[in-house]
């Protein structure tokens, strides 16, 4: 596709951290580049730890600042009953990095919105990717606002559209789905903050997770399989049960007041793409590789591959040989790593021999 003839070198669709990173680097080398978001503005989302680790990263990409931020809460460490039936403390005091961040989620996407356009990128929210063809010498992607539809043209197209993975979906890229757990998220208010830290705590039936969000809310999740999601009218009823039989847990959320509208569900499990990129398209974040929470891959990993991505696209514009070879090395290292790291955590609780959960998170799940 002649440039004459493209509104962007690049579109990228979705314009959560793993599009916004891909944005961010596209820019930084001189690369034309829209995001196509369908939200108006940032909405509440489950994911909020940026751990300790990170922090070169967010250097990197010239973002540090904005988790500096005071809504963005410090993080000290993490709290597990994992294994064994004690509370075990973790220290981030003893890391080379030191704290991490408990990020108030909505706020800290606005600010990435905020910094995109302010360093080159072009964010159109409330616009809607309905569909996406690819020609002999570029990508045409249809866009609609609710008042208009339009076609924009590139010359490469990126999919940040998170675990639905809609554009690979509309060029026939068939997403492997490792497992099937899911996530019951819930919020809720207390008038006790709890700690900066991150409370972890496994039962026979999946394992919670419960982190402070903002002064007095607090953010739990519920991991199980897919198969063992209770009906809609017994959800309720099925929390309370697996809350009950936490030992740890039960305490920590004994004073917290949970708003039953807040309650929702989503897939965690891990998924991939076996190759992350073809002829004029690249995934990033989810759309890419997904991953499990209990690995705090999560935001990093959607910031990181982002990151990669945007330089081997720009690499790969300015005819530099194996670029995009180069980032599906990186994504393809990162899993593996993810996957060992993942297994071995999940070995280490051995309480619920014959459990439908902790069966199905042995090692042969992951081969």
């Known amino acids: 596709m002649n440039a004459n003839n493209i509104d962007y070198q690049v579109i990228i669709i979705g314009g959560g951290p793993a599009g916004i990173a891909t944005s961010l680097s596209l820019s930084a080398r001189g690369i034309s580049n829209c995001i196509i978001e369908a939200q108006h503005s940032p909405s509440n989302k489950s994911g909020e730890a940026i751990p300790p680790n990170a922090k070169p990263l967010l250097k990197k990409m010239g973002i540090f600042h904005l988790v500096e931020n ?22 981030f005091i003893k890391s080379v990095y030191g704290h991490g961040y408990l990020l108030s989620r909505r706020y800290f996407e606005c600010q990435l919105w905020e910094h995109t356009e302010m360093y080159g990128g072009t964010l ?11 020609t002999l010498d570029g990508i045409e992607v249809k866009i609609d606002n609710g008042k208009e539809s339009r076609i924009l043209k590139s010359s490469y197209i ?8 809609s554009v690979c979906n509309q060029l026939g890229i068939t997403k492997h789905t490792v497992d099937t757990q899911f996530a019951i998220a819930c919020t809720g208010y207390t008038s006790k903050p709890l700690g900066h ?57 004994k004073n917290v007041h949970f708003d039953d509208n807040s309650i929702h ?32 891959y999560g935001i990093t990993s959607a910031l990181a591959s982002g990151y990669y991505a945007g330089h081997a696209i720009a690499s790969e514009l300015d005819n530099t040989p194996n670029a995009m070879q180069a980032y599906h090395y990186i994504m393809e290292e990162a899993y ?29 799940t992951y081969a």
């Open 70 to 91: 005071p809504r963005h809460i410090p993080y000290y460490g993490n709290k597990s009953c994992w294994g064994t039936e004690e509370l075990v403390q973790e220290e």
């Open 124 to 134: 159109l929210s409330g616009s809607k990717c309905k569909k996406v063809i690819q």
């Open 158 to 165: 990126v999919d940040a559209s998170g675990r639905k993975s």
């Open 197 to 253: 830290q991150i409370y972890i705590e496994t039962t026979e039936k999946g394992w919670w997770y419960v982190a402070p969000q903002g002064k007095n809310e607090v953010i739990s999740l519920f991991f199980t399989l897919k198969e063992l999601l209770p009906s809609k009218d017994r959800m309720k009823c099925f929390l309370s049960d697996t809350l009950a039989s936490s030992l740890h847990t039960s305490q920590l959320l």
């Open 265 to 296: 569900i989503m897939p965690t499990g891990t998924s991939r793409l076996t190759i992350p990129y073809g002829k004029g398209w690249v995934a990033v974040g989810d759309a890419a590789f997904s991953y499990d929470p209990l690995s705090s």
């Open 336 to 364: 593996q790593a993810y996957v060992e790291k993942l297994i071995t955590q999940y070995e280490l609780e051995k309480r619920w021999e014959g459990s439908i959960y902790w069966t199905h998170r042995l090692r042969g």
